[in-house]
């Protein structure tokens, strides 16, 4: 049973045209909310952490919102260079059998601006 | 952030051979976590290295096809044994700072397998 979903799996843009990526949990007990961006044959860049609900944070023309239940990760007036995949993971007190400190990945939203 | 180099940045392997990779850290860290990214599916932790320890492995991962080594606390390896094409992969090593239950994890730039 996957412990984080996100939606879309892919989502083309305009540029300039805003949007919004989601990430849902169903682990309880959350310690933390985590965002990268993932550019092809890179490894995961760090993005943010959230880690209560009702927290949001900025960085250039991302935003990133947290709920009990999901995040939300808006596009502002995004560019082609803002094309990659955007991943979402939790870290959480109550999956059974956890390891300490393990994140638990999505599969991914794959973003691609055109111009 | 951390600076996580990984060698080899890619490699074309021959199915039954062995594969080490090699994760260097620009600052000492606790734990180092080794992830397996494949086609279209999310990381998937294999294992946790500590030094000083052997290192804890996922449900699903065993040490005799995925043995660690962590003889420091910047240098780890990750050995991909008698490999087959389902062990056609990204490996990514990577670091968390701050502790094993606060901080950001960071990761290398990953190694690329691809198992004929």
């Known amino acids: 049973e996957d412990q984080v979903t996100q939606s879309p799996e892919a989502l083309r843009l305009q540029e300039g045209e805003s949007s919004s990526l989601n990430c849902s949990y169903t682990?309880?007990?959350?310690?933390?909310l985590f965002w990268y961006r993932q550019d092809p044959g890179k490894g995961p860049e760090f993005l943010f952490t959230l880690y209560s609900a009702g927290e949001e944070k900025e960085k250039e023309r991302l935003k990133a919102t947290l709920t009990k239940k999901e995040s939300f990760l808006h596009i502002t007036a995004p560019k082609p260079e803002d094309s990659a995949t955007y991943l979402c993971a939790v870290q959480a007190e109550g999956v059974r059998g956890s390891t300490l400190g393990r994140l638990y990945f999505g599969r991914g939203t794959q973003l691609t601006v055109w111009p | 952030s951390a600076v996580i180099s990984q060698k080899p940045s890619r490699d074309i392997c021959q199915r039954g051979t062995s594969l080490t990779i090699q994760c260097q850290v620009d600052?000492?860290?606790?734990?180092m976590f080794w992830y397996r990214q494949q086609p279209g599916q999310s990381l998937t932790l294999i294992a946790t290295?500590?030094?000083?320890?052997?290192?804890?492995?996922e449900s699903g991962f065993v040490i005799d096809k995925f043995p660690i080594s962590r003889p420091n606390l910047t240098f780890s390896t990750l050995t991909v044994s008698n490999m087959s094409p389902e062990d056609s992969s990204i490996y990514l090593c990577?670091?968390?700072?701050?502790?094993?239950?606060?901080?950001?994890?960071?990761f290398g730039e990953g190694s690329r397998l691809t198992v004929l």
């Open positions: 600052s000492q860290v606790t734990m």
């Open positions: 990577s670091v968390r700072y701050g502790g094993a239950l606060t901080g950001e994890l960071f």
């Open positions: 682990v309880s007990g959350l310690r933390g």
């Open positions: 290295a500590n030094q000083g320890s052997e290192a804890t492995y």
